[in-house]
């Protein structure tokens, strides 16, 4: 049986990871000033913005192994492919690309953190650059989509789809 939507529970992780995201992201304000700061053994534990950004760091990867794991246990409607290709293969590299890097970002910025590896911390802002492009032309490609192909993909992940 084809389906048309995602799994509720897919939905519902893939929302929990954008908010995550977005939440880390915005909330990391002065973190290499307290990561050099933790690298130079000085007690940043205190620190609101430190505590949030590792903890919510180790939060996003269990979050993202559940999510990895619903995804291939779950129905997946099929690809909406465009007659461009390119195109498609753009979008399936984007999307691997997204998961290997919901990985990888955090990984990194825990490995920095707690063995305390400069490069790590730079490998971690490096791909989370990386990532935030990425989600941005993720979420431009669903905006085009939705607005100008007007095929409904939105409603494929949507929490409030009264079709599932």
């Not at 700061?37 to 007690?43: A, G, K, P, S, T």
């Not at 559940?66 to 129905?75: E, F, G, P």
């Not at 007659?83 to 997204?98: E, I, P, Q, R």
């Not at 290997?100 to 650059?129: C, Q, R, S």
Request: net charge neutral; hydrophobic share 50%.
């Amino acid at each position: 049986m084809k389906v048309k939507h995602y799994s509720t529970g897919l939905s519902l992780l893939h929302w929990l990871v954008a908010i995550m995201f977005a939440a880390s992201y915005v909330i990391s304000d002065g973190m290499p000033k307290y990561f050099d700061q933790h690298l130079e053994n000085i007690d940043v534990s205190g620190q609101w913005v430190a505590n949030f950004h590792v903890y919510a760091g180790l939060a996003f990867i269990a979050v993202v192994i559940i999510r990895l794991i619903v995804r291939l246990i779950s129905q997946k409607p099929e690809p909406i492919e465009s007659s461009d290709s390119l195109l498609n293969k753009v979008a399936t590299g984007t999307h691997h690309l997204l998961y290997l890097l919901m990985f990888l970002v955090p990984v990194a910025g825990v490995i920095g953190w707690y063995e305390k590896i400069t490069i790590f911390g730079d490998i971690h802002v490096f791909l989370m650059n990386l990532m935030l492009a990425l989600v941005g032309l993720h979420v431009g490609a669903a905006i085009y989509h939705q607005v100008i192909l007007k095929d409904g993909i939105l409603s494929r992940i949507s929490l409030f789809n009264s079709e599932k």
